[in-house]
């Protein structure tokens, strides 16, 4: 029997890496900006910044991005209004037309669309040596030890990345078209994660519990965990504790508190457990992190 073989379409490829960084600003630093040949997304992953393209200005928040296009001029700007941001950028050539969809376009991710960028930087840190803060370097080195095809695995989140947030720009072109079904159950579990993250956001003082997520978010603990895991790839505690730790890094930038003020406001019952929860999901403590923080908006 003859097996007739089907070429799967390929709508655009992603080959070639130029850069991966990640940053974490203080207030007051600017880049002066550039141009290249190639393309590069800018993703605000946590505060706020001042991006122009050409001629035009955006003032990004969290969760929104940018991408740049071949030959576009920009710049960076962290105002002493905006909150100290960490930003991911990510230079790559893409000759595929469709690229022209994401030409002078700023978009805010949905959880599905940040789930998919977090792999892909996941996936950069365990593919490429650091630095990965140091915006004079460009070149990519593979890190020794690196998993199992995770260029690749990081080539491919990207591509579905890139085919996503076109589908979704499709998608919003047929608003008259009914939606199914499983889509809408999809959207109101992403509404519902989005909803706890926003409660936990609004708590950061506080030593939340899975009970008290429970009871304001009216949902029964597994319907709880199951909802958020499958949007958020993560437990809802376990997202409580990293998003202290990312506040406590962007206080610690604005240099407005102190270590033992800091941790009280973060809601812990001591500076030894904030500096070890610090510790643990940063690599070093607090003083070191300060440290590198303020050598860096200093350069």
Sequence with gaps: MEFARHTLKEMLAVRKLISFHYFEFAKGYVFEGEQHDFWELLYVDKG????????????????????HKPGEFHTVNVGHRHKPPNLFVLSFECASPCMERFE???????????NLLSLLMQEGFHSFAPPYDN????????REGAPFASEQAMRNYLETLLIQLIRQQDDAERQAVRKPASFQTEKAEQQTAERIIAFMRGHLSEQLTLDRLCKELHLGKSRLKEVFHAQAGVGPMDYFKQLKIEE????????????????????????????RDFKKATGMPPSDYARTAKARAQT
């Excluded at 706020?48 to 991408?67: C, K, Y």
């Excluded at 915006?135 to 593979?142: K, R, W, Y």
């Design 48 to 67: 706020s910044v001042e991006v122009r393209a050409d001629e035009l200005t955006h003032q990004l928040e969290q969760g929104m991005i940018i991408f």
């Design 104 to 114: 002078n376009r700023v978009m805010q991710l949905g959880t599905k669309d940040r």
């Design 135 to 142: 915006s004079d370097i460009h070149e990519l080195i593979t």
């Design 248 to 275: 406590a890094k962007t206080m610690i930038r604005e240099q407005q508190y102190n270590f033992t003020e800091i941790s009280a406001m973060l809601g812990y019952s001591s500076i030894h457990y904030f500096s």
